[in-house]
């Protein structure tokens, strides 16, 4: 059984344990003969400091490595903030982004890999050495794609900023007019990427962002084909017209799509999905050509979100088996 799963951060990772309890993955194997590869989202990705950050790759990697602090659903367990304090002391900018201590040192290694002339996805496979997730950690790309907010400035004109700004220094309260993929256009799926979705018996979408985390992978060229030729089965991130956790409701609002289950499922579209869990609460969704479920989607524990993933998987393999 080989599954493929385009993740963002937190739910993804969420989604992701709970698919690994369902399948019995050992949570401690590298991954090398993996049931899930994972394709990462690196629109997310920044340099601050000299240092490649990757937060959507690391906050799968540390999630199912067992290094990722709970509560926060980000960043390392046992986080210390010593080096962010003293560059604070220099006056160092920005201020307003949650580098760790443990963090740097992941962002370190990438770095210098990466100086030395190693792609993202060898960097993430090195990486992944020490925290052995269970699945093929892919990112999107080895290209540069960075996910740019344009927002009014104070001249009455607009600029753009990275997302990592407007998300977390200003909370995404800025209205957005538009969402861009820098480099997207001319980006290249990583290695793997395009094979392993051929090869997926089934692709499940996690309840991720829809516009900057799925959205983001949709975007580099070749992905959706490739996607709209498998079994894609997706779960709702909005349960009963609310974002459930995070403030997603404001990037689908910057791209004209309202937060419901419903209008993220036409956004998706019938070409690319198949079929479409939605929560209880979102029962009367309907799109055609999609085949909608509907189970109680919050993932409130390992048992739940568990629940979730052998929906998605029943209802993956009862499509493939329709389509034939
Ligand atoms: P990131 O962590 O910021 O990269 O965000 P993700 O791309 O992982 O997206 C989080 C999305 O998952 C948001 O749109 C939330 O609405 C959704 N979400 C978070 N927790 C849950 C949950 O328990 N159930 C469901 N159905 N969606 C969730
Ligand atoms: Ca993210």
Redesign the pocket.
């Known amino acids: 059984m080989r599954i493929v799963v385009p993740?963002?951060?937190?739910?993804?990772?969420?989604f992701l344990r709970g698919l690994q309890r369902e399948l019995g993955v050992d949570p401690d194997s590298t991954g090398e003969e993996p049931a899930i590869t994972v394709i990462g989202?690196t629109g997310?990705d920044i340099t601050l400091f000299g240092l490649r950050i990757c937060?959507?790759l690391d906050?799968v990697m540390y999630t199912l490595g067992g290094g990722i602090n709970e509560e926060q659903?980000?960043g390392r367990a046992g986080e210390s903030f010593t080096v962010k304090e003293e560059l604070a002391a220099y006056g160092m900018q920005p201020t307003w982004f949650g580098l760790g201590d443990r963090d740097t040192a992941t962002h370190i290694v990438r770095s210098q890999m990466m100086a030395a002339g190693y792609p993202l996805s060898a960097v993430t496979e090195a990486l992944c050495d020490r925290w052995r997730p269970g699945v093929r950690l892919l990112p999107m790309t080895d290209d540069r794609v960075e996910t740019h907010v344009i927002v009014d400035d104070e001249s009455g004109g607009r600029r753009a900023i990275h997302f990592q700004e407007w998300?977390i220094r200003h909370r995404a309260a800025l209205p957005a007019h538009r969402i861009v993929g820098v480099g997207a256009e001319e980006a290249a799926p990583a290695p793997g990427v395009l094979e392993a979705i051929e090869e997926a018996d089934a692709v499940l979408l996690?309840?991720?962002?829809?516009v900057?985390?799925?959205g983001s992978v949709l975007s580099v060229p070749g992905v959706r084909e490739a996607l709209e030729r498998a079994t894609v089965v997706g779960?709702?991130?909005?349960?009963g017209g609310?974002?459930?956790?995070?403030m997603?409701d404001a990037c689908l609002k910057a791209i004209g799509v309202q937060t419901t289950a419903q209008a993220v499922a036409e956004h998706y579209g019938p070409e690319l999905l198949d079929g479409w869990l939605v929560?209880p609460a979102d029962e009367g969704t309907a799109v055609e050509d999609v085949a909608v479920r509907s189970l109680p989607?919050?993932?409130?524990g390992p048992e739940a979100?568990a629940a979730?993933a052998r929906a998605a998987l029943d209802l993956a393999a009862e499509l493939k088996e329709r389509r034939g």
């Open positions: 993740a963002g951060g937190i739910g993804g990772a969420r989202n997310d937060p959507d906050t659903g980000w998300w996690p309840p991720s962002n829809p900057v985390s799925i779960v709702s991130p909005i349960i609310a974002a459930v956790r995070g997603a929560d989607l919050y993932m409130s979100t979730i």
